[in-house]
């Protein structure tokens, strides 16, 4: 990794520490870097998905999802990488069983793509149902809980309980960040506890993650990488995080 990478990375973790962080704040832990040099770094990482620019600063997108064009941002950016992803999510898929399928962009690019077959299909992220009412086979359920309007998803105590009188054959997860000294992440509790309790039903837990994601490490604990079975990605994840997947028998595609 060449210190440019490094730096990033830096920053990244920085700005995901405190949630929102001043430029003065960013100069002041950086301070042998150039100004010209730091504003490059959080527009490439903006652009990245990483971070969220800000006017005289940067946030977090993984702590603070309240961002108006969070979702829409999300969704316009890595769009190869999450057809891919999708496709590859596919070839998982059984007839006449019933998923979970989590809320965000990746989710709604799978759901998009999905076949017109049978299965019960719960989900928690309102652009996934509506991609899927376009199919008449599959039957789709939305838990009842609160509405988050910013990643137009359905969390809370409600879609909980809802969720833990149903027995899933597979999961299939969003995810928001992964680090090796946390697991799985997010950064809503609420949400972690959702993604939980699909956890606990399923027979089967399929995460599906972009490799921008490695290294991201939010608020809030999902699970560990040995609670999952299968990771689908882009095919450009990091040679140590393949490492531990064979360490832990987890499968990737």
């Not at 990245?48 to 969070?70: C, M, P, W, Y």
Request: proline share 3%.
């Amino acid at each position: 990794m060449d210190a440019m990478e490094k730096r990033r990375r830096a920053i990244v973790e920085l700005v995901n520490d405190k949630g929102t962080i001043s430029f003065a704040q960013l100069k002041d832990a950086f301070p042998n870097v150039s100004e010209m040099t730091l504003r490059t770094d959080l527009k490439f990482l903006d652009e990245e998905n990483r971070i969220l620019r800000i006017h005289g600063g940067a946030k977090s997108v993984q702590v603070l999802i309240g961002t108006d064009d969070f979702l829409k941002r999300k969704a316009v950016r890595n769009i190869p990488e999450k057809q891919i992803i999708a496709e590859k999510a596919l070839t998982l898929l059984h007839p006449d069983t019933t998923i979970f399928l989590d809320s965000g962009s990746t989710t709604t690019m799978f759901a998009h793509q999905f076949p017109d077959q049978s299965n019960l299909i719960y989900t928690t992220g309102l652009s996934c149902a509506s991609e899927l009412s376009e199919l008449s086979k599959p039957t789709v359920m939305i838990p009842g809980g609160m509405l988050n309007r910013y990643s137009q998803s359905v969390f809370g105590f409600s879609a909980i309980k809802e969720l833990e009188r149903v027995n899933f054959y597979q999961a299939f997860l969003g995810i928001t960040g992964y680090h090796p000294k946390t697991g799985f992440t997010c950064g809503i509790n609420d949400e972690a506890l959702l993604k939980q309790a699909a956890i606990r039903q399923s027979e089967q837990v399929i995460a599906l993650m972009d490799s921008s994601k490695i290294d991201v490490k939010c608020t809030f604990d999902v699970c560990r990488l040995m609670d999952v079975d299968v990771v689908v990605s882009d095919g450009k994840l990091p040679e140590s995080f393949l490492e531990s997947c064979q360490r832990y028998g987890v499968k990737v595609l």
